[in-house]
């Protein structure tokens, strides 16, 4: 077989959705990091900063594992940003509002995501070959950081979850929990593996999803009533 045979054959809107997903995916898990670290470092904490972390190279915040779950199951995570809750004032409501910060920014970019999509729809009079691509991208940008927002909000060290419940638990419960962190992915990955949190993760995603489009669509639909 030729080399143009062999690329006659492939299925190239396969290989750009693949291609949209690894995208949608690298750029989650950078804004999902690199805002962990910006929030640590605003509360005290160079650590981050010092590591090299504070970038928006996806290349320094990679997980290999974590990226190829996001990518086929749109639940996944990246490699964690060092903390040292030394360097904060208030350690535990700091550390909570740095867990917060990664979560927060992958729903931001959805509804980035969603808005933009939206307005693409209400502007374009059809004639773009490119733009049901475009459009594509949007949604896998929605899809994936909401999944990755939804995933991480589970309360199961080292998720952010846990770092946000331990904020409100006694000093005690908080310090035996911390003992068992190294364990929790242990167990997230045998949820995972099992399927246990298949349906409420997806259930969670999409309502999650539905209420960002909701508000997203906003713009396009005055966009619309002043154009109509």
Same mark, same amino acid.
């Given at each position: 077989?030729?080399?143009?045979?062999?690329?006659?054959?492939?299925?190239?809107?396969?290989?750009?959705?693949?291609?949209?997903?690894?995208?949608?995916? *690298?750029?989650?898990?950078?804004?999902?990091? $690199?805002?962990?670290?910006? +929030?640590?470092?605003?509360?005290?904490? @160079? $650590?981050?900063?010092?590591?090299?972390?504070?970038?928006?190279?996806?290349?320094?915040?990679?997980?290999?594992?974590?990226?190829?779950?996001?990518?086929?199951?749109?639940?996944?995570?990246?490699?964690?940003? @060092?903390?040292?809750?030394?360097?904060?004032?208030?350690?535990?409501?700091?550390?909570?509002?740095?867990?917060?910060?990664?979560?927060?920014?992958?729903?931001?970019?959805?509804? +980035?995501?969603?808005?933009?999509?939206?307005?693409?729809?209400?502007?374009?009079?059809?004639?773009?070959?490119?733009? @049901?691509?475009?459009?594509?991208?949007?949604?896998?940008?929605?899809?994936?950081?909401?999944?990755?927002?939804?995933?991480?909000?589970?309360?199961?060290?080292?998720?952010?979850?846990?770092?946000?419940?331990?904020?409100?638990?006694?000093?005690?419960?908080?310090?035996?929990?911390?003992?068992?962190?190294?364990?929790?992915?242990? *167990?997230?990955?045998?949820?995972?593996?099992?399927?246990?949190?298949? $349906? @409420?993760?997806?259930?969670?995603?999409?309502?999650? *999803?539905?209420?960002?489009?909701?508000?997203?669509?906003?713009?396009?639909?005055?966009?619309?009533?002043?154009?109509?």
């Amino acid at each position: 077989m030729s080399f143009l045979d062999w690329l006659q054959q492939l299925n190239f809107t396969s290989l750009i959705d693949e291609a949209m997903v690894v995208v949608a995916a *690298l750029l989650g898990i950078t804004f999902h990091e $690199t805002c962990h670290g910006l +929030a640590a470092y605003w509360l005290g904490d @160079p $650590t981050a900063k010092n590591a090299g972390r504070l970038t928006l190279n996806p290349i320094r915040h990679v997980d290999v594992m974590g990226l190829v779950m996001l990518a086929i199951c749109r639940f996944g995570w990246a490699k964690p940003v @060092p903390v040292d809750m030394r360097n904060f004032r208030h350690p535990k409501r700091d550390m909570a509002l740095t867990a917060l910060a990664g979560p927060v920014a992958n729903l931001l970019l959805a509804f +980035a995501a969603l808005a933009a999509r939206g307005l693409l729809l209400a502007l374009s009079r059809g004639n773009s070959a490119a733009l @049901p691509y475009l459009i594509a991208l949007l949604e896998y940008i929605a899809i994936i950081n909401t999944g990755l927002a939804v995933f991480n909000f589970i309360p199961v060290s080292p998720l952010d979850g846990s770092k946000i419940l331990y904020s409100v638990l006694p000093e005690k419960a908080y310090l035996t929990l911390m003992r068992y962190e190294k364990y929790g992915m242990f *167990l997230i990955m045998a949820l995972l593996l099992l399927g246990v949190l298949d $349906t @409420p993760l997806v259930y969670a995603r999409t309502a999650v *999803l539905n209420a960002l489009n909701r508000v997203a669509l906003l713009p396009a639909y005055a966009l619309m009533n002043l154009s109509g």
